[in-house]
């Protein structure tokens, strides 16, 4: 009996079947380690953007001298406006999707947030920022005091795939009577 050099049929459909079970459990492992470094650096982003915004919104009431209100309740806009030594800051949501105002109580969902400074006698700002991972804002006024409570998040194809919330609350050094 002679036997003839190669592989058998067999011997080649086991192989191939390792083979492609190995692509594939691969092909998982990188699907995996890109999703996760995606959520990482959209963590981080959230992380960089809310102190951001944190800080900003701290400062610009504690340096206020008169702040108010100014939300078209349909329209969105600037749902805040401070009055400074040097200028006027506001804080508005373009196209915001729901708009809501009960008594001391402002929410925003989704839109784009921004916060536009005007020189002193200016009619057009002097700085936009445009804060991109937006998602909902909340902002309460109690006495003197303005409280910001903002949800930030990162979406990928459609999909949340990381949410922070940030809680800023901050009075204004000399506000004036109004």
């Known amino acids: 009996m002679r036997r003839s050099a190669g592989f058998t049929l ?70 805040l406006i401070l009055t400074e030594p040097r200028g006027v800051v506001r804080w508005e949501v373009e196209s915001p999707a729901q708009v809501e105002k009960a008594g001391p109580m402002t929410r925003l969902d989704k839109g784009r947030l921004v916060r536009k400074v005007f020189e002193k006698g200016a009619t057009t700002a002097s700085r936009t920022q445009v804060f991109v991972h937006f998602d909902r804002l909340v902002l309460t006024r109690s006495g003197a005091e303005l409280r910001l409570e903002l949800t930030l998040a990162a979406s990928r194809g459609g999909e949340v795939t990381a949410r922070r919330t940030y809680a800023v609350s901050a009075v204004p050094v000399a506000e004036e009577a109004p």
């Open 10 to 79: 067999v011997e080649l459909m086991v192989y191939l079947a390792l083979l492609v079970a190995g692509t594939i459990v691969i092909a998982g492992l990188e699907l995996t380690a890109a999703r996760a470094a995606f959520l990482e650096r959209s963590l981080v982003d959230l992380g960089m953007e809310g102190d951001e915004i944190s800080t900003r919104f701290r400062d610009d009431v504690r340096q206020s001298l008169h702040s108010e209100d100014a939300l078209d309740s349909k329209k969105g806009g600037a749902f």
